[in-house]
C-alpha cells in the first residue's frame, strides 16, 4: 500500500484550506475523530478486515483559530489562480489556438491596466491570457481594445497554499479560497 500521497486539511466549518499533510496523519485525524473524509482519492487502502479509499480531502469536525496570511502575488500565482485560462477568451491548456495546441507555458500574464500607464503587479491587476489576446490588447485597457474581462481578478485569500492547491489533484482547486 502507498501512504506517500498528500492530503488537503480543511478547517472546520468554514473548509477553508489549513495545509497539506500526508496520508497517515490524515488517517490518523480521521480514526481519532478529529476529521471527517471530504473527498476521496482512487488510491485504495487495504488493512487486514477492511479497505478503504484514501482521502483527498478531510475537514476538521472543529473549526480552529488561525491567523489569515495574506496572499503573496507571483506570476505562477496568477496562472494557478486562474487555472491557466485566458481571461479574456476563455482557452486553456489542451485548447487549439490558430491551429497551434496550446501548452502551460503559452499563457501570459496580462495587466488590466498595462504596466506603461502605471498599472502594478498585484492580484486585482492581473490575469491569466493567452499570447494571442495579450498581443492584441497591448498598452490598451481592456475596452479600448474591444476586449471583456470573463471574471474579476481578485485576492487569494490563503497564502502559500494557492500554488500547492494549485499543483494538487484537480479535487482540490475549488477549496482556493478567494476573497474580494
Ligand atoms: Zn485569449
Not at 33 to 61: H, M
Not at 99 to 128: E, F, Q, Y
Request: net charge positive; hydrophobic share 35%.
Amino acid at each position: 500500500m502507498t501512504l506517500d500521497g498528500r492530503v488537503l486539511l480543511l478547517n472546520g466549518s468554514t473548509w477553508e484550506p489549513l495545509g497539506i499533510i500526508n496520508v497517515p496523519r490524515a488517517i490518523n485525524l480521521v480514526l481519532a475523530g478529529k476529521a471527517i473524509v471530504i473527498e476521496e482519492s482512487e488510491q485504495v487502502l487495504r488493512s487486514v478486515r477492511k479497505q478503504f479509499n484514501v482521502p483527498s480531502v478531510i475537514a476538521l469536525r472543529r473549526y480552529i483559530n488561525v491567523p489569515r496570511r495574506k496572499a503573496q502575488w507571483s506570476r505562477r500565482a496568477v496562472l494557478l489562480r486562474d487555472n491557466y485560462t485566458c481571461i479574456y477568451c476563455g482557452v486553456r491548456p489542451g485548447d487549439m489556438l490558430q491551429g497551434k495546441l496550446l501548452h502551460k507555458s503559452d499563457m501570459t500574464i496580462d495587466h488590466i491596466v498595462p504596466k506603461s500607464r502605471g498599472g502594478k503587479d498585484v492580484w486585482t491587476n492581473t490575469a491569466c491570457a493567452c499570447y494571442v489576446c495579450n498581443r492584441r490588447k497591448g498598452g490598451r485597457l481592456p475596452g479600448e481594445a474591444g476586449m471583456k474581462l470573463r471574471w474579476e481578478p481578485r485576492r487569494p485569500r490563503t497564502n502559500y497554499l494557492v500554488i500547492e492547491i494549485g499543483n494538487g489533484p484537480d479535487a482540490w482547486r475549488k477549496y482556493i479560497e478567494i476573497s474580494s
